[in-house]
């Protein structure tokens, strides 16, 4: 009985989050916030691992450490890396990541700087948008550095494919939770004075990325001693997947913000990679496929220009729910767990986000406490998606001290 009544109400606050956010999109004015905009060319800090082709190993395995260059680490920042090492990519299949290293400038206590796992929001698809090797936007420096002040290490996974070989496989459950994950067994292996406690802390993508490492991060770290305590996730895209298996030639019948069109592009772009037995690009017209080529490659600030004023329903000669089998895969590819998690999980939501309109955050948290998770939200009545990264910091700072003891 209970299964069957979570599975209406599963149902149903989906049902209401495709409408809400359709309508959300529909008659939304004010200005989009921005994701973070990778302009600058990228510093691989001698570590340039696009065309890597040695051997991998196990997950967690590190493949190599080299110091930041100074260019693109933090102000607050003691010392910093850029490491490679070993995941898994959508197909599960071995693959490579990379990602940063960040430690505080205050003396290790005896057991280790406690560490926070940064999931990043959306920079692109192409090796050129790889955060490690690219300046950190002002709002991700001011929130980075007051992690390292307050005392955490910072372990900054790029994704696999964003700066190594393949597609970074955008909002795919899979890849983001192994990625994470990944990154923090091969942080413990550098020699650097870190905790085995560690916590994961995401904002849009990247606060996807977090929730889908938090529900498997006891189960994939296992073995390795690590303690993983929790997660704070802000500007959540969750049950989107109901809304992109409804576009078509007639859907969404108006055109959407510009940043959301860069969004739905990468995630055609990457389910595509994801599911080639599907044709997913077989529904596409010309201007689908043109789209889908430049967001491969394009960092979002590029993209938008490419999609700017775009219609999405011009990308699709035919309805997405015309391929057989669309609804489940994407399930498969880019949903966010609502039940399963050991960890306390923190939900930060302004209510002026343009990007994630608030009721897929709010409909993943009214579906998490139907199913009895250790859940709390926040609501930032004036913040839009980036303002809540920082208006959060005063909820999520005690919480994470909390969970860290």
């Known amino acids: 009985m209970r299964r069957t009544w979570n599975l209406r109400l599963k149902r149903s606050l989906a049902a209401v989050a495709v409408a809400a956010t359709a309508a959300g999109l529909v008659s939304a004015t004010a200005p989009v916030a921005h994701a973070d ?69 205050r003396p290790a206590p005896k057991t280790g700087h406690k560490v926070i796992a940064w999931a990043h929001g959306t920079t692109g698809l192409g090796d050129d948008c790889t955060p490690s090797a690219l300046p950190r936007s002002d709002r991700d420096m001011a929130y980075l550095d007051h992690w390292l002040d307050q005392g955490y290490a910072i372990v900054a996974t790029d994704y696999a494919g964003l700066g190594t070989p393949g597609l970074m496989s955008y909002l795919s459950s899979r890849v983001a939770a192994h990625s994470i994950v990944d990154s923090v067994k091969a942080a413990s292996h550098t020699g650097l004075p870190l905790s085995k406690r560690w916590a994961i802390v995401g904002q849009s993508q990247g606060a996807g990325a977090a929730l889908n490492g938090a529900r498997w991060a006891t189960a994939l770290s296992k073995g390795s001693g690590l303690d993983y305590r929790g997660v704070v996730a802000t500007g959540t895209p969750a049950n989107i997947e109901h809304i ?38 077989s529904i596409l017209t010309a201007e689908g496929r043109r789209v889908l080529k430049q967001a491969q490659v394009r960092c979002y600030a590029e993209m938008r220009t490419v999609v700017d004023g775009d219609k999405i329903s011009s990308w699709f000669a035919k309805p997405v729910t015309s391929i057989p089998g669309v609804q489940r895969a994407l399930v498969e590819y880019m949903s966010t767990p609502y039940s399963g998690y050991d960890r306390p999980i923190f939900l930060g939501q302004g ?55």
Do not use: C
């Open 37 to 105: 905009e990778a302009t600058a060319a990228p510093v691989w800090s001698g570590l340039d691992t696009r065309n890597y082709s040695g051997p991998i190993g196990a997950p967690g395995t590190l493949l190599a450490k080299t110091p930041l260059d100074r260019s693109i680490s933090l102000p607050r920042a003691g010392s910093a890396y850029r490491i490679l090492y070993a995941t898994t990519d959508v197909h599960g299949k071995p693959a490579v990541s990379t990602g940063a290293i960040f430690l505080p400038k």
């Open 244 to 281: 992109v298996w409804q576009a078509g030639p007639a859907f969404p019948p108006v055109a959407l913000p510009t940043g959301l069109n860069v969004y739905a592009s990468y995630i055609w772009a990457g389910f595509s990679d994801a599911r080639p037995d599907l044709k997913p690009t």
């Open 351 to 405: 209510l002026k986000d343009m990007d994630v309109p608030a009721p897929s955050a709010l409909s993943l948290y009214a579906q998490m406490r139907a199913a009895g998770q250790p859940v709390e939200l926040h609501v930032y009545p004036t913040q839009d998606h980036s303002g809540t990264v920082l208006a959060s910091m005063k909820d999520s700072t005690p919480f994470l001290a909390r969970i860290m003891r």
